[in-house]
Protein backbone atom coordinates (compact mmCIF):
# COMPACT_ATOMS: atom_id res chain seq x y z
CA UNK A 1 0.00 0.00 0.00
CA UNK A 2 1.64 3.29 -0.97
CA UNK A 3 1.77 6.11 1.86
CA UNK A 4 0.99 9.69 1.04
CA UNK A 5 3.11 11.16 3.92
CA UNK A 6 1.37 14.62 3.78
CA UNK A 7 1.92 16.96 6.45
CA UNK A 8 0.25 19.87 7.27
CA UNK A 9 1.54 23.55 8.03
CA UNK A 10 -0.87 25.90 9.53
CA UNK A 11 0.47 29.29 10.33
CA UNK A 12 -0.10 32.82 11.77
CA UNK A 13 -4.45 31.86 10.73
CA UNK A 14 -7.49 34.35 11.91
CA UNK A 15 -10.69 33.50 11.52
CA UNK A 16 -13.44 36.33 12.18
CA UNK A 17 -17.10 36.38 11.52
CA UNK A 18 -19.50 38.95 12.64
CA UNK A 19 -17.03 41.65 13.79
CA UNK A 20 -15.59 38.83 16.58
CA UNK A 21 -12.65 37.07 16.53
CA UNK A 22 -13.01 33.87 16.32
CA UNK A 23 -9.35 32.37 16.15
CA UNK A 24 -6.13 34.45 16.46
CA UNK A 25 -2.47 33.93 15.22
CA UNK A 26 -3.13 30.10 15.16
CA UNK A 27 0.14 27.88 14.33
CA UNK A 28 0.38 24.26 14.15
CA UNK A 29 1.80 21.26 12.22
CA UNK A 30 0.70 17.90 12.14
CA UNK A 31 3.02 15.50 10.26
CA UNK A 32 2.47 12.48 8.59
CA UNK A 33 1.95 9.13 10.43
CA UNK A 34 1.15 11.51 13.80
CA UNK A 35 -2.71 12.25 15.59
CA UNK A 36 -3.20 15.18 16.56
CA UNK A 37 -5.77 15.77 19.47
CA UNK A 38 -7.16 19.65 19.79
CA UNK A 39 -8.91 20.04 23.04
CA UNK A 40 -10.19 23.18 24.83
CA UNK A 41 -13.61 24.38 26.74
CA UNK A 42 -16.78 24.54 24.57
CA UNK A 43 -16.42 27.62 21.93
CA UNK A 44 -12.31 27.79 21.61
CA UNK A 45 -12.71 27.59 17.92
CA UNK A 46 -11.78 23.73 17.77
CA UNK A 47 -14.40 23.12 15.45
CA UNK A 48 -14.12 25.83 13.27
CA UNK A 49 -10.31 25.45 12.53
CA UNK A 50 -11.07 22.15 11.57
CA UNK A 51 -13.76 23.99 9.20
CA UNK A 52 -10.81 26.20 7.91
CA UNK A 53 -8.66 23.61 7.18
CA UNK A 54 -11.78 21.84 5.46
CA UNK A 55 -12.12 25.25 3.90
CA UNK A 56 -15.48 25.48 4.69
CA UNK A 57 -15.05 28.94 6.76
CA UNK A 58 -13.26 31.80 5.15
CA UNK A 59 -9.77 32.65 7.03
CA UNK A 60 -6.86 34.62 6.82
CA UNK A 61 -2.99 32.96 7.06
CA UNK A 62 -1.69 29.98 5.66
CA UNK A 63 -2.95 26.43 5.51
CA UNK A 64 -0.68 24.23 3.36
CA UNK A 65 -0.11 20.85 3.02
CA UNK A 66 3.15 18.78 2.12
CA UNK A 67 4.55 16.13 0.80
CA UNK A 68 7.77 13.52 2.67
CA UNK A 69 9.86 16.10 0.34
CA UNK A 70 8.84 19.23 1.24
CA UNK A 71 6.74 19.37 -2.02
CA UNK A 72 3.44 20.98 -1.87
CA UNK A 73 0.18 19.13 -2.28
CA UNK A 74 -2.24 21.63 -4.01
CA UNK A 75 -5.37 20.02 -3.83
CA UNK A 76 -5.18 17.26 -1.26
CA UNK A 77 -7.86 14.90 -0.29
CA UNK A 78 -9.03 15.35 2.91
CA UNK A 79 -11.42 12.62 4.97
CA UNK A 80 -13.98 13.66 7.40
CA UNK A 81 -16.01 12.31 10.10
CA UNK A 82 -18.65 14.75 11.37
CA UNK A 83 -19.67 14.24 15.46
CA UNK A 84 -22.89 12.55 13.83
CA UNK A 85 -25.16 12.39 11.11
CA UNK A 86 -28.67 14.00 11.46
CA UNK A 87 -31.41 12.04 9.49
CA UNK A 88 -34.62 10.06 10.14
CA UNK A 89 -34.36 6.84 12.35
CA UNK A 90 -37.21 5.69 10.13
CA UNK A 91 -35.77 6.17 6.97
CA UNK A 92 -35.42 2.29 4.67
CA UNK A 93 -32.04 3.40 3.21
CA UNK A 94 -29.59 1.36 3.65
CA UNK A 95 -25.72 1.38 4.52
CA UNK A 96 -25.04 0.80 1.15
CA UNK A 97 -27.52 3.05 -0.74
CA UNK A 98 -26.15 5.58 1.73
CA UNK A 99 -22.45 4.48 0.34
CA UNK A 100 -23.09 4.61 -3.03
CA UNK A 101 -24.74 7.81 -3.09
CA UNK A 102 -21.91 9.06 -1.27
CA UNK A 103 -19.18 7.91 -3.39
CA UNK A 104 -20.71 8.70 -7.22
CA UNK A 105 -22.63 10.95 -9.23
CA UNK A 106 -23.15 7.90 -11.32
CA UNK A 107 -27.20 5.92 -10.39
CA UNK A 108 -26.42 3.40 -7.65
CA UNK A 109 -27.39 0.60 -10.06
CA UNK A 110 -24.51 1.79 -12.17
CA UNK A 111 -21.61 1.15 -9.59
CA UNK A 112 -21.04 -2.44 -9.53
CA UNK A 113 -17.04 -1.05 -8.98
CA UNK A 114 -18.34 1.16 -6.19
CA UNK A 115 -20.09 -1.66 -4.51
CA UNK A 116 -17.29 -3.66 -4.35
CA UNK A 117 -15.09 -0.61 -2.96
CA UNK A 118 -17.69 0.24 -0.13
CA UNK A 119 -17.59 -3.47 0.73
CA UNK A 120 -13.52 -3.29 1.11
CA UNK A 121 -14.03 -0.19 3.27
CA UNK A 122 -17.16 -1.47 5.22
CA UNK A 123 -15.01 -4.61 6.10
CA UNK A 124 -11.86 -3.03 6.78
CA UNK A 125 -14.12 -0.62 9.26
CA UNK A 126 -15.75 -3.97 11.07
CA UNK A 127 -18.98 -2.88 9.65
CA UNK A 128 -19.42 -5.15 6.69
CA UNK A 129 -22.56 -7.08 8.26
CA UNK A 130 -24.31 -4.32 8.57
CA UNK A 131 -24.35 -3.51 4.71
CA UNK A 132 -27.74 -4.29 3.96
CA UNK A 133 -29.24 -2.68 7.64
CA UNK A 134 -30.95 0.26 7.57
CA UNK A 135 -29.03 2.87 8.90
CA UNK A 136 -31.62 4.07 11.62
CA UNK A 137 -31.09 0.58 13.13
CA UNK A 138 -27.47 0.99 13.40
CA UNK A 139 -25.95 1.98 17.42
CA UNK A 140 -23.63 4.98 17.54
CA UNK A 141 -20.46 3.25 17.18
CA UNK A 142 -21.52 1.52 14.52
CA UNK A 143 -22.79 4.40 12.69
CA UNK A 144 -19.43 6.61 12.81
CA UNK A 145 -17.27 3.35 10.93
CA UNK A 146 -20.01 3.81 8.26
CA UNK A 147 -18.68 7.61 8.62
CA UNK A 148 -15.47 6.71 8.36
CA UNK A 149 -15.68 4.50 5.58
CA UNK A 150 -17.34 7.30 3.70
CA UNK A 151 -14.32 9.19 4.74
CA UNK A 152 -11.50 6.63 3.59
CA UNK A 153 -12.88 6.93 0.02
CA UNK A 154 -11.60 8.28 -2.20
CA UNK A 155 -8.46 7.59 -0.15
CA UNK A 156 -7.48 10.48 1.93
CA UNK A 157 -4.28 12.43 2.63
CA UNK A 158 -5.53 13.95 5.76
CA UNK A 159 -8.16 12.14 8.29
CA UNK A 160 -10.13 14.95 10.66
CA UNK A 161 -12.55 13.70 13.03
CA UNK A 162 -14.63 16.33 14.87
CA UNK A 163 -15.96 14.65 18.13
CA UNK A 164 -16.19 11.10 16.77
CA UNK A 165 -17.42 9.19 20.20
CA UNK A 166 -19.22 11.28 21.39
CA UNK A 167 -22.43 9.30 21.18
CA UNK A 168 -20.28 5.58 21.12
CA UNK A 169 -20.39 3.54 23.93
CA UNK A 170 -17.00 2.45 26.20
CA UNK A 171 -16.58 -0.32 23.67
CA UNK A 172 -16.98 0.93 20.74
CA UNK A 173 -14.52 4.06 21.65
CA UNK A 174 -11.85 1.84 22.02
CA UNK A 175 -12.82 -0.36 18.81
CA UNK A 176 -13.20 3.19 16.98
CA UNK A 177 -9.89 4.30 18.22
CA UNK A 178 -8.12 1.53 17.41
CA UNK A 179 -8.95 1.60 14.12
CA UNK A 180 -7.84 5.24 13.71
CA UNK A 181 -4.85 4.08 14.58
CA UNK A 182 -4.92 1.25 11.71
CA UNK A 183 -5.79 3.65 9.19
CA UNK A 184 -3.01 6.34 10.23
CA UNK A 185 -0.27 3.47 10.28
CA UNK A 186 -1.21 1.85 7.20
CA UNK A 187 -1.58 5.24 5.28
CA UNK A 188 0.61 7.14 7.07
CA UNK A 189 -1.32 10.07 7.09
CA UNK A 190 -2.06 12.71 9.96
CA UNK A 191 -4.95 12.54 11.73
CA UNK A 192 -6.74 15.68 13.54
CA UNK A 193 -9.32 15.42 15.76
CA UNK A 194 -11.07 17.40 18.20
CA UNK A 195 -12.04 15.67 21.90
CA UNK A 196 -13.36 16.59 25.12
CA UNK A 197 -12.34 13.56 26.80
CA UNK A 198 -8.93 13.96 27.71
CA UNK A 199 -8.41 10.20 28.75
CA UNK A 200 -8.81 9.25 25.12
CA UNK A 201 -6.46 12.08 23.75
CA UNK A 202 -3.84 10.43 26.58
CA UNK A 203 -4.40 6.94 25.25
CA UNK A 204 -4.67 7.20 21.51
CA UNK A 205 -3.02 10.46 20.71
CA UNK A 206 0.65 11.15 19.38
CA UNK A 207 0.10 15.04 20.61
CA UNK A 208 -2.26 17.71 21.75
CA UNK A 209 -3.19 21.54 21.22
CA UNK A 210 -5.03 23.41 23.69
CA UNK A 211 -7.09 25.65 21.99
CA UNK A 212 -8.73 28.97 23.43
CA UNK A 213 -9.25 31.51 20.66
CA UNK A 214 -5.34 30.73 19.85
CA UNK A 215 -2.87 27.89 20.27
CA UNK A 216 -2.11 27.92 24.31
CA UNK A 217 -0.05 25.05 24.44
CA UNK A 218 1.00 22.28 22.33
CA UNK A 219 2.66 18.72 23.85
CA UNK A 220 3.05 15.09 23.52
CA UNK A 221 -0.22 13.00 24.84
CA UNK A 222 2.46 11.69 27.42
CA UNK A 223 2.95 15.19 28.97
CA UNK A 224 -1.03 15.92 28.96
CA UNK A 225 -1.43 14.55 32.30
CA UNK A 226 1.47 16.63 33.68
CA UNK A 227 0.15 20.09 31.92
CA UNK A 228 -0.68 22.82 34.62
CA UNK A 229 -2.23 25.11 32.16
CA UNK A 230 -4.58 21.47 30.71
CA UNK A 231 -5.43 21.45 34.48
CA UNK A 232 -6.23 24.84 35.08
CA UNK A 233 -8.49 25.47 31.46
CA UNK A 234 -10.75 22.47 32.70
CA UNK A 235 -10.54 22.84 36.71
CA UNK A 236 -8.39 20.32 37.38
CA UNK A 237 -7.29 19.95 40.87
CA UNK A 238 -3.44 19.26 40.21
CA UNK A 239 -3.13 17.32 43.88
CA UNK A 240 -5.78 14.97 43.42
CA UNK A 241 -9.19 14.68 42.47
CA UNK A 242 -11.06 12.33 39.65
CA UNK A 243 -8.43 10.15 37.62
CA UNK A 244 -9.55 11.36 34.37
CA UNK A 245 -6.88 9.89 32.86
CA UNK A 246 -8.47 6.44 32.78
Known amino acids: MKECHCSVKIKNLYVKKGGHTILHNVT???NHGETLALIGKNGAGKTTLLKAILHSVPYSGKIEFFDSNGNK?????????????SFDS???????????????KLPVWLGHGKK????????????????????????????????????LDPR????????????????GISNFYSIINSMRNDYHMPVI????????VAKYASSYALINHT???????KELSQSAKVRETFGFDLDGGKDIWK
Not at 73 to 85: C, D, T, W
Not at 126 to 149: D, K, W, Y
Not at 156 to 171: C, T
Not at 193 to 200: A, F, I, P, R, T
Open 28 to 30: LTA
Open 73 to 85: ISNPKIGYVPQRL
Open 90 to 104: STPITVMDLFCANSS
Open 116 to 151: KRALELLEKVGVHTHVNSPIGRLSGGELQRVLLAFA
Open 156 to 171: PDILILDEPVSAVDRK
Open 193 to 200: LVSHDLGH
Open 215 to 221: VEEIGSA
